[in-house]
């Protein structure tokens, strides 16, 4: 039997895809849908309280064109309380004008495909940690879309041996390292937990960015032979008094 690769597993993540239904939103008042958007807004305080005391981290972005109006990522340590927020976000009357649009359910993961020998505990590790329990930055942009690594015929990810997976994943590696400082990346994985092998969120001030990573990415033999991907989601920061203008009619 071939070698799985081991992953040191993080905060449990749900992207929460919701297109607003703005027929309905326009038919209840002005003081009603104020009233809506007030305890929306408690709700999101609520969330940055987790960022604050690293117990959880949240983004809020919209969703550029028909795919999704916008997009609730949330990170929690248990699946459980993933759940729970989201049942709250779903009893929020601003939900009751939403429909949902697509959701995606993973844990933040790292492999140990380029990890050295090492004795220590990764997960004491303050490098290691702040890749597995993320405070999710406040970039202008947003990318995210689902992939899975290729079973067929002889493009056959899982039918490779270890040290070839390896390799290729150092030559993935050293194309992303190009775009240190400029795009920042979140690896989930999610076999067992929704339709793919692994969701990427992908982070930017320069929204350019995501198209010019994915673009040299398909070049590479990780992805040329063997990405196969979702759907992909991308949009742009909700912060400060754009939250509320959002869901002004
Ligand atoms: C911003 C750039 C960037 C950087 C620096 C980067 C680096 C790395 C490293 C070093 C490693 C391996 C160790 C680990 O951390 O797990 C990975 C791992 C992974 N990646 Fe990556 N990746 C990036 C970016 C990046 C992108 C844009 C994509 C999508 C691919 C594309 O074609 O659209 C991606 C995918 C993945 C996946 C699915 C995995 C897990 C594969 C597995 O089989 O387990 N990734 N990635």
Redesign the pocket.
Known sequence: MNEA?I?LDGWYVLHDFRTMDWASWKLISKEERQEAVEEFMAFLDKLQQADENKTGSHAFYTVVGQKADFMLMTLRPTMDELQQLEAEFNKLTIADYTIPAYSYVSVV???????GESNEDPYQNPYVRG?LYPELPRSQYVCF?P?D?KREGDDN?YMLDMDR?KEL?RS??M???G??GK???I?S?SVGFDDY??G?T?FSDDVLQFKK??YE??F?E??ARY?V?GSFFVGTLLEGDKKVEFFNV
Do not use: C, P
């Open positions: 690769a992953t993961e790292l492999s140990n495909y380029l990890a890749r879309y992939m690594k990810w997976r994943m993935h590696g194309i992303g390292r775009y240190a795009v920042k990346q690896i994985g092998e692994w990427v992908l990573l994915v990415m398909r590479d990780v992805s990405g991907f």
